[in-house]
């Protein structure tokens, strides 16, 4: 019981802390005179009332997290706070169903960034701001905010921590503590963010637009302020900057963090999985403009360049921003585009997807295997650089890979269950489950998921929540040795 009462008192915690990102929208309406005031003062208010009914009781409860309550918070924070998520969206525009209001709020969270509005353009400020701060904040997770003022409340933090970042987290040169190292690492998230928005604003972007983007873009959400995403301003210099902190977002924040505490770039040059990722992103966009040029789709290269470069970073690093409908272009690029979301970005980024680590180890194991025929009797462990890679890592990178595929799998045959065309199917359920937002044909980038049913809706956003908690952090609660003492 004391257990429960404890998951009650955090996520009490935590919704109390979201009616306070309300307030920051209240505000701006208020200052504003958009319309929404109303929406959020009583959402606000709703929010705080049931997170101070859920904190305040539970106040005197023993606090202790085991590992088992763990992953229990990280799957309840992040499938119920969207519920809260939506308050300001149900009561601005009552015709939105529930089901697209947590569609819309759950995007935002696991900074999927697929979305069912339209007419962003026309939306009142605060609303927009309100999805653009949700992802800022999913960006770096939910738990891990929370991890820095756990020990306030005498709660240990390293059960969540854990349970939220599952797999290869780099630590040598971190605080020594979570909470310092989740602090270290949300000033860096901010730091940068703030880069962001100066550097959109002297691109041409107004302050507001580039609060907006700064946020999508370093939480690799891909959510805008307009209809046409990022090809509504048109502008060169827009993208490049766009582009530059996507990649910066798509690397391990604590290796900004080292960089930043040792004044050196070499922490960037010695880290394998940053410099594997950009040697495949970067390689890929020459390698589609060059196709999308003999196809004849631009008149030049370097048009095609420009273009190729945008988009293939924006999903391959699951932003999802687009300034151009790829779903016209050779299928070729589009559908390698969807590749690279699945494995390119870093481990502890704010991307989603297998993760880089997870490929190199998969990659260096399959060499070794086939080491192994040829030398039968040799003994030769894994390496990544000078670190030996423990069998158990390995079994573990293994079995996630295995239940990534097969949790697509269904997903995509549950679409096609529903009516969905395949390429509709995989490229949505792709998309969803990587956090990358934008797929092709029905929920290409020229249109959005408003046109899927609710069933397959629901079946998107389970996607989104699934990649956003790394498969393990849901699955594991139907495992019923979790539950054994």
Same mark, same amino acid.
Not at 73 to 92: E, N
Not at 99 to 118: N, P, Q, V
Not at 329 to 335: G, K, L, N, S
């Given at each position: 019981?004391?257990?429960?009462?404890?998951?009650?008192?955090?996520?009490?915690?935590?919704?109390?802390?979201?009616?306070?990102?309300?307030?920051?929208?209240?505000?701006?309406?208020?200052?504003?005179?958009?319309?929404?005031?109303?929406?959020?003062?009583?959402?606000?208010?709703?929010?705080?009332?049931?997170?101070?009914?859920?904190?305040?009781?539970?106040?005197?409860?023993?606090?202790?997290?085991?590992?088992? =309550?763990?992953?229990?918070?990280?799957?309840?924070?992040?499938?119920?706070?969207?519920?809260?998520?939506?308050?300001?969206?149900?009561?601005?525009?009552?015709?939105?169903?529930?089901?697209?209001?947590?569609?819309?709020?759950?995007?935002?969270?696991?900074?999927?960034?697929?979305?069912?509005?339209?007419?962003?353009?026309?939306?009142?400020?605060?609303?927009?701001?309100?999805?653009?701060?949700?992802?800022?904040?999913?960006?770096?997770?939910?738990?891990?905010?929370?991890?820095?003022?756990?020990?306030?409340?005498?709660?240990?933090?390293?059960?969540?921590?854990?349970?939220?970042?599952?797999?290869?987290?780099?630590? !040598?040169?971190?605080?020594?503590?979570?909470?310092?190292?989740?602090? =270290?690492?949300?000033?860096?998230?901010?730091?940068?963010?703030?880069?962001?928005?100066?550097?959109?604003?002297? =691109?041409?972007?107004?302050?507001?637009?580039?609060?907006?983007?700064?946020?999508?873009?370093?939480? +690799?959400?891909?959510?805008?302020?307009?209809?046409?995403?990022?090809?509504?301003?048109?502008?060169?210099?827009?993208?490049?900057?766009?582009?530059?902190?996507?990649?910066?977002?798509?690397?391990?924040?604590?290796?900004?963090?080292? =960089?930043?505490?040792?004044?050196?770039?070499?922490?960037?040059?010695?880290?394998?999985?940053?410099?594997?990722?950009?040697?495949?992103?970067?390689?890929?966009?020459?390698?589609?403009?060059?196709?999308?040029?003999?196809?004849?789709?631009?008149?030049?290269?370097?048009?095609?360049?420009?273009?190729?470069?945008?988009?293939?970073?924006?999903?391959?690093?699951?932003?999802?921003? %687009?300034?151009?409908?790829?779903?016209?272009?050779?299928?070729?690029?589009?559908?390698?585009?969807?590749?690279?979301?699945?494995?390119?970005?870093?481990?502890?980024?704010?991307?989603?997807?297998?993760?880089?680590?997870?490929?190199?180890?998969?990659?260096?194991?399959?060499? +070794?295997?086939?080491?192994?025929?040829?030398?039968?009797?040799?003994?030769?462990?894994?390496?990544?650089?000078?670190?030996?890679?423990? !069998?158990?890592?390995?079994?573990?990178?293994?079995?996630?890979?295995?239940?990534?595929?097969?949790?697509?799998?269904?997903?995509?045959?549950?679409?096609?269950?529903?009516?969905?065309?395949?390429?509709? %199917?995989?490229?949505?359920?792709?998309?969803?489950?990587?956090?990358?937002?934008?797929?092709?044909?029905?929920?290409?980038?020229?249109?959005?998921?408003?046109?899927?049913?609710?069933?397959?809706?629901?079946?998107?956003?389970?996607?989104?929540?699934?990649?956003?908690?790394?498969?393990?952090?849901?699955?594991?609660?139907?495992?019923?040795?979790?539950?054994?003492?």
């Amino acid at each position: 019981m004391n257990v429960i009462l404890t998951i009650v008192h955090i996520f009490g915690l935590v919704t109390m802390g979201f009616s306070g990102l309300m307030t920051t929208c209240l505000i701006t309406s208020k200052i504003a005179e958009d319309g929404a005031t109303t929406a959020f003062f009583e959402s606000t208010l709703i929010t705080l009332l049931l997170g101070t009914l859920m904190f305040v009781p539970t106040l005197r409860i023993p606090k202790k997290i085991s590992r088992q =309550a763990g992953f229990l918070l990280v799957a309840i924070t992040w499938s119920l706070t969207p519920v809260f998520c939506t308050l300001p969206l149900m009561i601005y525009m009552p015709e939105l169903s529930f089901i697209d209001a947590y569609f819309e709020a759950a995007s935002a969270l696991t900074t999927t960034g697929a979305t069912i509005l339209t007419g962003l353009d026309n939306l009142p400020m605060s609303i927009n701001l309100w999805r653009h701060e949700l992802q800022w904040i999913g960006g770096m997770g939910i738990i891990i905010l929370a991890v820095a003022i756990l020990p306030i409340l005498g709660v240990g933090g390293m059960q969540l921590y854990k349970a939220e970042s599952p797999g290869t987290v780099k630590e !040598s040169d971190l605080p020594p503590r979570i909470a310092q190292t989740a602090k =270290a690492l949300w000033l860096v998230y901010a730091g940068i963010t703030v880069a962001c928005i100066i550097a959109l604003r002297l =691109a041409g972007m107004n302050w507001f637009d580039a609060f907006c983007h700064a946020f999508s873009a370093m939480s +690799l959400g891909g959510f805008s302020t307009h209809d046409n995403s990022i090809g509504y301003f048109g502008s060169l210099s827009i993208e490049m900057v766009l582009t530059i902190f996507e990649l910066l977002a798509a690397i391990n924040f604590a290796t900004h963090y080292i =960089a930043l505490r040792k004044h050196s770039f070499n922490p960037y040059i010695y880290d394998r999985e940053a410099r594997a990722f950009l040697v495949l992103v970067l390689g890929s966009c020459v390698l589609a403009a060059l196709v999308l040029w003999h196809a004849g789709t631009y008149p030049d290269f370097f048009t095609a360049l420009r273009y190729a470069t945008f988009n293939l970073v924006t999903i391959a690093t699951d932003c999802g921003y %687009a300034n151009q409908d790829f779903n016209q272009w050779p299928i070729f690029v589009p559908m390698w585009m969807l590749f690279l979301s699945c494995l390119s970005v870093s481990s502890g980024s704010t991307g989603g997807g297998v993760r880089m680590i997870r490929t190199i180890i998969l990659i260096k194991q399959a060499r +070794l295997e086939m080491f192994k025929f040829i030398h039968p009797f040799a003994v030769k462990p894994m390496k990544i650089g000078d670190t030996i890679v423990s !069998s158990n890592i390995i079994t573990s990178v293994t079995g996630f890979i295995f239940l990534y595929f097969i949790c697509i799998v269904i997903l995509v045959f549950a679409l096609l269950l529903s009516g969905l065309d395949f390429i509709s %199917a995989l490229s949505a359920i792709v998309a969803c489950f990587n956090n990358a937002g934008p797929g092709l044909n029905e929920v290409g980038p020229a249109t959005n998921y408003a046109r899927l049913s609710d069933f397959q809706k629901v079946v998107c956003t389970f996607a989104m929540l699934l990649g956003r908690v790394q498969i393990f952090s849901i699955v594991i609660l139907f495992v019923p040795e979790f539950w054994k003492k």
